[in-house]
């Protein structure tokens, strides 16, 4: 399956921003889907992932959770995942990856096998 993200942008600490992530096959519906993120110099990062039919989630454990503040969803008649984010933090700051997997629960990329070209998030005031 490929993939695109789109709505990245510059936003101001506090602030919301929604991406997207179309996939372009008819079996979009058959892969876990996630989120990966890359601040500026390090390595990238799991954020959240939602099962096939949208109604399973998880999200990253690593201590300045995201959970609570980013909401994974998909719309499977549309070929769309979604991160939604609110509360924004400059740490936030990274190019999000939408990425797809045939296997549920792992947050290694190298378990998600399809990309999309990744949305640079700026948090700036």
């Known amino acids: 399956v490929q993939l695109q993200a789109s709505g990245g942008g510059l936003v101001q600490p506090g602030g919301s921003l929604r991406l997207s992530c179309t996939g372009s096959?008819?079996?979009?519906?058959?892969?876990?889907l996630g989120w990966f993120r890359q601040p500026p110099g390090k390595e990238r990062d799991f954020v959240a992932a939602?099962?096939?039919?949208?109604?399973?989630?998880?999200?990253?454990d690593y201590a300045d959770s995201v959970k609570g503040r980013f909401t994974i969803s998909r719309d499977n008649a549309k070929n769309t995942l979604y991160l939604e984010m609110n509360s924004l933090k400059p740490e936030d700051t990274a190019v999000y990856f939408c990425?797809?997997?045939?296997?549920?629960?792992?947050?290694?990329?190298?378990?998600?096998?399809?990309w999309g070209q990744g949305t640079l998030v700026t948090v700036s005031s």
């Open positions: 990425a797809a997997s045939q296997t549920w629960g792992s947050r290694k990329g190298a378990d998600f096998g399809s």
């Open positions: 096959r008819r079996t979009f519906s058959s892969y876990a």
């Open positions: 939602v099962a096939w039919s949208g109604g399973s989630t998880y999200y990253a």
